[in-house]
């Protein structure tokens, strides 16, 4: 008889080893009779050579639970029975996936499996894709109440499918780290709205989730977010410890995309402590890892991160250390570059383009290239983060100059749109 290719693919998709699938289907048969099953490597072996065309009943019954499905669609022909010409298409008879969640975005993308579930990779791709609904809609509005709490919803229906179902231990770590990135999400939301004491919260159980799962890029991912939070609550010395402790994880080392962003992190953490010397340092090897970097399949939540956003964090680092031309020269490139897709970003990137401006004396160009944010926002709210640099705005242009035909227009419109907004 010829190789069982049904069998080989079902495994192939559970990421099941043959030692795995032989303790499965004794744990089945324990389940079933009281006493652990005598499946081995070999009876695998068998299997998948077709030595063995027709498993025994204990074992077929064992085997079908494991995956699911009747012995025939994992490619065994009963005695006396001929053997198909090539083997039956993929049908696992799903289960029924079952949406639940605060939010239609959450409620469309995150399926639920229900209890005694066998999951293989194509469930975690499954699972995994409602982050990309997640992150378009962050690129797009920003951080939000309700981004969080979908967030978060998609995150306790990885866990529930983690605790639940029946998996190999490969699985569940990509589990562990779905979970992660879900919570990710909502800690970022929280970043971005300002709500900084939940924030931290979600980033320790982000950080606790993807050292279950050893995943380095969702390591990574928390520590970025580290930085970030850090770098919100004025805590500088600790931006620039989570930011090179982003640098030390292993995604960096075999992708200087990660490595670039890291340094960007660094640079702004030292710009911020006045360290002019390895801030400059550290943004010129964040352009140097990102020059060296390679298109390749990245997660959907580092698609922000490319040449314009890193334009737009050198202007950062050039603002800071009260380099406002270059810090203008910076915010021009990025705005020049930036995807249509990241409005949230492009109107960070305006404003701090506006202080520049502002900076160097040039009031009535500052004050209608921040007017413009209010525009590109197109009346969604605007996250706390961007309400901070308005605000930023607001308060040095009536400082250099309160009585100024430009200021008293700015303020007037500011009061106006932040009431609406």
């Known amino acids: 008889m010829g190789e069982n290719a049904a069998l080989r693919r079902r495994m192939l998709e559970l990421e099941l080893s043959q030692a795995e699938l032989a303790h499965r289907v004794n744990i089945e048969t324990e389940n079933r009779t009281g006493r652990y099953g005598t499946c081995t490597i070999r009876t695998v072996r068998d299997w998948l050579n077709g030595k063995t065309g027709w498993p025994h009943e204990k074992q077929r019954l064992a085997l079908e639970a494991v995956f699911e499905c009747t012995a025939e669609e994992l490619g065994f022909t009963p005695r006396g029975a001929s053997r198909p010409a090539s083997p039956p298409e993929e049908d696992v008879r799903r289960r029924t996936f079952v949406t639940s969640g605060p939010t239609a975005a959450a409620a469309a993308a995150v399926p639920s499996l229900s209890n005694r579930t066998t999951i293989g990779s194509s469930d975690v791709l499954r699972l995994r894709a409602g982050l990309e609904t997640l992150d378009a809609l962050d690129d797009h509005q920003g951080g939000h109440a309700a981004l969080e709490r979908a967030a978060l919803a998609g995150a306790r229906q990885v866990l529930d499918t983690q605790q639940n179902g029946s998996a190999s231990e490969r699985v569940r770590r990509r589990l562990f780290s779905v979970a992660a990135d879900f919570v990710a999400v909502a800690a970022w939301s929280c970043i971005d709205a300002r709500d900084l004491d939940r924030a931290e919260q979600h980033l320790d159980t982000c950080m606790r989730l993807a050292g279950l799962a050893q995943d ?117 490139q990025a705005l020049a570059m930036l995807p249509e897709q990241f409005r949230r970003n492009r109107a960070l990137a305006t404003i701090r383009l506006a202080l520049a401006q502002l900076h160097q004396g040039d009031m009535e160009l500052a004050t209608a290239t921040a007017g413009s944010v209010f525009g590109l926002m197109d009346g969604a709210p605007l996250p706390g983060r961007m309400r901070t640099l308005l605000g930023d705005f607001h308060r040095d242009l009536l400082t250099l100059s309160a009585n100024a035909p430009a200021a008293r227009e700015w303020a007037d419109r500011f009061r106006t749109e932040w009431s609406q907004s």
């Open 216 to 332: 380095t890029t969702a390591q990574f991912r928390a520590w970025n977010s580290v930085a970030m939070l850090a770098h919100q609550r004025h805590r500088h010395s600790e931006a620039v410890a989570a930011a090179q402790a982003a640098q030390a994880v292993g995604i960096t080392r075999r992708d200087p995309f990660f490595a670039s962003l890291a340094h960007a992190r660094t640079a702004i953490g030292h710009s911020n402590l006045e360290n002019r010397q390895a801030a400059l340092r550290s943004i010129g090897l964040a352009a140097d890892a990102l020059g060296r970097s390679r298109d390749m399949p990245r997660p959907s939540w580092i698609a922000f991160y490319g040449l314009a956003e890193l334009h737009a964090l050198t202007a950062i680092v050039r603002y800071r250390l009260g380099d406002s031309e270059q810090a203008e020269g910076a915010s021009h």
